[in-house]
Nanobody, 122 residues
Framework: QVQLVESGGGLVQAGGSLRLSCAAS????????MGWFRQAPGKEREFVAA???????????DYADSVKGRFTISRDNAKNTVYLQMNSLKPEDSAVYYC????????????WGQGTQVTVSS
């Protein structure tokens, strides 16, 4: 059973930074695609970033247009942890952020964390 535990959310002023962490209990973590999604009140959950294995020791990151240049996703396979570094935060980044996992054998994200709240004040 896959378990994902997020941490690192909080309250920050606009222009500030936060780093989210997601500890994953996945046997095949190194080959799994890990992603971050977010959901603001009254809105649908949306994709933020993902990092996927591209072969060997290489990984490729993808980002939503709204966070490109401000957010960076990374992973530490030795710790089974994925991170989301968020810089130049804006009030519109406020949301519950969810970590998600997609094992290499799956075609969609099937495991989700409980979420961590990020609030950006103006």
């Amino acid at each position: 059973q896959v378990q994902l535990v997020e941490s690192g959310g909080g309250l920050v002023q606009a222009g500030g930074s936060l780093r989210l962490s997601c500890a994953a209990s996945i046997r095949t973590f190194s080959s799994s695609t890990m992603g971050w999604f977010r959901q603001a009140p009254g809105k649908e959950r949306e994709f933020v970033a993902a990092i996927r294995w591209s072969g060997g020791r290489s990984y490729v990151a993808d980002y939503a247009d709204s966070v490109k240049g401000r957010f960076t996703i990374s992973r530490d396979n030795a710790k089974n942890t994925v991170y989301l570094q968020m810089n130049s935060l804006k009030p519109e980044d406020s949301a519950v952020y969810y970590c998600a996992a997609r094992p290499a054998t799956m075609t969609a994200f099937g495991s989700w964390g409980q979420g961590t709240q990020v609030t950006v004040s103006s």
